[in-house]
């Protein structure tokens, strides 16, 4: 998702002598204010020049955790990246059917559930994740909510493990034990069960009322909590603020509503022809097949109430195959643009998007050739991947949020504001949904990819874009008590210390990776961790090891540097000299060299430097800018470079 937290941060810059307030809006997007100016002292540099190393940091081990080390011994995980000889991980078979009553909003139903015990431990229990009770009255949560919307939580009854009545475990926040028949090693667990809440009305954190005839309803059913290599069961709670950790399962889902209401779901509709109209499924295939934008439900449609099949309720009937969680959005009163496009040459496969709105949200009317383009920029440039999925949905609800498959978009006034965040929520596909990626953990491991999506592939759909999210707020709070290294958990951060740890700061550390390895060696690594990943949990030391195998260049000192360790981000001009200028690193955290020369005779002149320069350990670099010219100015800096004291980054000739 992108950040909902509304914050302001203030600032004070040296380099300018001003205040500013950085805000973050609650739609996750910065602004800047000049507020007033007043000169500031500077900070003491030797101080904090001593906290970095002058050694080479070249080859050095990245830390290994004692826990991620029994999994290596296991021979669940290896120390290069790959997937342990005996990686293993659980899944499931979900049948649900689902009742959804727009007037009540009770969410209803029964699933049978197939489990596969796919580790090497017996199972006496199942642990159930019981999402909504975040809405349960007296539950720990980072949020409030309104009293309105404060339930009962979840009931689950009629539990039937292997075919006996079971009693329904014990409930603490959104985490359900139940015991289990033993299952070893390799068994299946039969479970079904019922459950029931009542869906939020207002208070929206990614899920809920979106207006009278419009729902978008995630994280519904009760479901088995992951069980991996590396801490067993999840016993983390959903609290609202970090996100989720999910198991590869398939699902069939019917969700029944009444029969005005149109739904969209992860995973293929298999029954469109029984609940839409012939005409809507005619302009379906037109956008399955062609690369036209196609209207399926336009304005008449929804004037005349024919596009679904007329009856008192409908069923509709969804499947889908190894993906992390099922979702569905409803509403009676929607249009719906679609298109599609080849993402994969080899097969000729097609992946459908769709934008699914309300007709006065005038910015939705583009949202579908975003949504286009980002799948074809992430299918053919960066991750260059084809899109792994058959279609996209962008539903326009009250969120920023991303599930396979379907996205919770909020309307925004700006185009450039839709397009970032059409394109961050679509590119959240890969991260965490291809990769099984424990957001709960390692936001980083997701969301840092989906900033750096943004930043690439937003100026693919409109090229006046820069899109700089998360950079103005890291250069503000670099090397402050609440930047803490990326590599903490997520668990352990709120506020801005899990804002910069899961938005920028990673996605600096890919993009100066790029950079630094080129992009044939950078997508090698890349691609490689894919391979190897997708559809599986890599975590932390998975990610580097695969980068580093796969692009055949060993980075640790890069990772460990920006990744593991402290230090700020600052690099200054020490001084020009002979033609060649030095630039310093204050703060020890390595950024790319970015100088724009300019001459007396009105020439000017950039040069660029990869991280790469500081791999020595370094605190110095010296960059030839030649020609024999006068210089009359050199700049230091770029977009992606969130220099935290800029004052020491401009020299003007005398
Ligand atoms: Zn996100």
Redesign the pocket.
């Known amino acids: 998702?992108?950040?909902l937290i509304p914050l302001v941060i203030k600032i004070v810059s040296p380099v300018v002598g001003m205040e500013l307030g950085i805000i973050l809006s609650v739609d996750g997007k910065m602004s800047f204010q000049v507020k007033s100016v007043f000169m500031a002292s500077r900070f003491n540099f030797l101080v904090l020049c001593s906290l970095w190393f002058s050694a080479s940091m070249a080859q050095v081990p990245l830390p290994v955790p004692v826990n991620i080390r029994a999994a290596m011994d296991k021979g669940t995980r290896t120390a290069s990246g790959q997937p342990g000889t005996r990686y293993w991980q659980n899944g499931a078979d979900y049948s649900i059917q689902v009742r959804f009553d727009p007037v009540t909003r009770l969410v209803s139903g029964r699933e049978t559930i197939v489990y596969i015990n796919n580790s090497p431990d017996t199972l006496r229990q199942l642990l159930f994740k019981l999402y909504p009770n975040l809405y349960k009255k007296g539950v720990m949560r980072m949020m409030s909510l309104k009293p309105e919307d404060v339930t009962d939580g979840v009931t689950v009854s009629n539990v039937l493990i292997e075919g006996t009545a079971t009693p329904v475990g014990s409930v603490r926040g959104t985490d359900m034990g139940v015991r289990a028949a033993a299952t070893g090693p390799g068994q299946r667990l039969h479970v079904s069960l019922d459950f029931s809440y009542t869906l939020n009305k207002t208070s929206h954190v990614r899920t809920g009322q979106v207006d009278s005839g419009s729902f978008f309803v995630a994280y519904f059913f009760p479901r088995i909590a992951v069980y991996d290599d590396v801490d067993g069961w999840n016993r983390n709670p959903y609290l609202g603020s970090q996100e989720f950790y999910n198991d590869f399962c398939n699902f069939n889902v019917e969700v029944t509503v009444p029969g005005d209401y149109a739904v969209w779901g992860t995973g293929d509709l298999v029954n469109r022809h029984e609940v839409f109209s012939a005409v809507c499924n005619q302009r379906i295939d037109a956008a399955e097949s062609g690369d036209g934008v196609v209207t399926v439900i336009d304005s008449v449609d929804l004037a005349r109430r024919d596009y679904i099949h007329h009856a008192d309720s409908n069923t509709w009937k969804f499947q889908a195959r190894d993906v992390t969680d099922f979702v569905f959005a409803v509403s009676n009163h929607y249009l719906w643009k679609s298109s599609s496009l080849v993402v994969d040459p080899m097969t000729r496969r097609r992946t459908r998007v769709d934008a699914v709105f309300n007709p006065v949200h005038k910015d939705f009317y583009e949202v579908v050739d975003f949504a286009r383009k980002t799948v074809e920029g992430m299918s053919y440039k960066f991750p260059a991947w084809p899109y792994p999925y058959a279609h996209e949905t962008v539903f326009d609800g009250l969120d920023?949020?991303?599930y396979p498959m379907m996205v919770n978009d909020n309307p925004l006034d700006r185009r450039e504001d839709a397009i970032e965040l059409t394109d961050?929520?679509i590119?959240?596909t890969m991260f965490p949904f291809y990769m099984g990626i424990n957001e709960t953990k390692y936001a980083w491991m997701?969301?840092g990819w989906?900033?750096i999506g943004e930043w690439i592939i937003s100026p693919m759909i409109d090229t006046s874009i820069v899109d700089e999210y998360g950079v103005g707020p890291y250069a503000a709070s670099s090397g402050k008590e609440i930047d803490q290294p990326i590599i903490t958990l997520s668990t352990h951060e709120v506020g801005e210390s899990y804002f910069l740890n899961?938005?920028a700061k990673p996605a600096m550390g890919y993009y100066y990776a790029k950079d630094l390895l080129g992009d044939s060696l950078f997508f090698k690594g890349l691609h490689k961790y894919i391979a190897d990943w997708h559809g599986k949990h890599p975590i932390p030391l998975d990610f580097f090891g695969s980068m580093n195998v796969g692009s055949g260049r060993n980075l640790n000192w890069f990772w460990k540097k920006w990744f593991y360790e402290d230090g700020y981000t600052d690099l200054g001009i020490k001084e020009v000299r002979g033609g060649q200028v030095v630039i310093i690193n204050k703060g020890g955290k390595p950024l790319p060299v970015d100088l724009k020369v300019e001459f007396a005779d009105g020439t000017v002149k950039k040069i660029h430097r990869s991280v790469g320069v500081w791999e020595k350990g370094n605190t110095e670099v010296v960059v030839p800018v030649g020609s024999g010219k006068a210089i009359k100015k050199i700049s230091l800096g770029s977009t992606y470079t969130p220099d935290s004291f800029m004052k020491d980054n401009v020299w003007v000739g005398k």
């Open positions: 998702m992108t950040v920023q949020m991303e961050h929520e590119f959240h997701d969301e989906a900033s899961s938005y």
